[in-house]
């Protein structure tokens, strides 16, 4: 089993920043790759980002490329995901999740989800 919970998420201004944390614990976290996950009201969750257990193999959403990077440390059981330039349609309640096995985009293929941190842009 493995406990997954989510901070950094705020109210911050288009174009601004944030930078999301993920603190995993219970299993040996080393050897899980991570993903980061959003969901908006009304819509359904979609990928965002996700990271292999050796950092060899990031994944983005398109939506996001070139404005999110996604980071981890093994050491610490931590996961991250830093955000830059930010856009009110980023605003969505933000999950990370772990599995075992490669990177993947599919929210189905995760087998823990922490219990999101909300992400609002305004205007």
């Known amino acids: 089993q493995v406990q997954l919970v989510e901070s950094g998420g705020g109210l911050v201004q288009a174009g601004g920043s944030l930078r999301l944390s993920c603190a995993a614990s219970g299993r040996t976290f080393s050897g899980y790759t991570m993903g980061w996950f959003r969901q908006a009201p009304g819509k359904e969750r979609e990928f965002v980002s996700t990271i292999n257990w050796n950092v060899g193999n990031t994944r983005y959403a398109d939506s996001v490329k070139g404005r999110f990077t996604i980071s981890r440390d093994n050491a610490k059981n931590t996961v991250h995901l830093q955000m830059n330039r930010l856009k009110p349609e980023d605003t969505a309640l933000y999950y990370c999740?772990?599995?075992?096995?490669?990177?993947?985009?599919?929210?189905?293929?995760?087998?823990?989800w922490g219990q999101g941190t909300q992400v609002t842009v305004s205007s």
């Open positions: 999740a772990a599995r075992r096995g490669s990177t993947s985009y599919r929210d189905t293929l995760y087998d823990y």
